[in-house]
C-alpha cells in the first residue's frame, strides 16, 4: 500500500488547512485510515482515525477544530483543520491499517506532510 499526502502548507493562527491522503497498490480494504503528527522534540502522536464503517476517534487536543473524512470508493483520508493554533504545528503523516484479524494489523505510512501555524 502505498500513500500519498497533500495539503500541508505554512497558515496563520486561526486559519485552516485541509489535507488529503490517497492510499493505492492493494486490492484489499483498508479498516482504518488516520493521521499523526510528529512535534519537534516530540514523539508521533495520534490525531484522528477513521474505520471504514466512518467510526472517528480525535484527540482530545483537536476535538471540536479538526475534521477526518473518509471516501472508501478512492481510499482517500481527508483531514480539515480549523482555528489552527501555533501548537498544532509538525509534520503530519497519513496512516492506513489493516487488520487480519482482531488482533493483529499492518501499518501503513505515507511521506509526512508539514504544517506550519505562524503569523
Known amino acids: 500500500v502505498q500513500l500519498q499526502a497533500f495539503g500541508g502548507g505554512l497558515v496563520q493562527p486561526g486559519g485552516s488547512l485541509r489535507l488529503s491522503c490517497a492510499a493505492s497498490?492493494?486490492?484489499?480494504?483498508?479498516?482504518?485510515m488516520g493521521w499523526y503528527r510528529q512535534r519537534p522534540g516530540n514523539q508521533r502522536e495520534l490525531v484522528a482515525s477513521?474505520?471504514?464503517?466512518?467510526?472517528?476517534n480525535y484527540a482530545d487536543s483537536v476535538k471540536g477544530r479538526i475534521t477526518i473524512s473518509r471516501d472508501n470508493a478512492k481510499n482517500t483520508v481527508y483531514l480539515q483543520t480549523n482555528s489552527l493554533k501555533p501548537e498544532d504545528t509538525a509534520v503530519y503523516y497519513c496512516?492506513?491499517?489493516?487488520?487480519?484479524?482482531?488482533?493483529?494489523?499492518?501499518?501503513?505510512w505515507g511521506k509526512g506532510t508539514q504544517v506550519t501555524v505562524s503569523s
Open positions: 477513521i474505520t471504514s464503517g466512518g467510526s472517528t
Open positions: 497498490g492493494s486490492s484489499f480494504s483498508i479498516d482504518v
Open positions: 496512516n492506513a491499517r489493516r487488520y487480519s484479524d482482531s488482533i493483529h494489523y499492518m501499518d501503513y
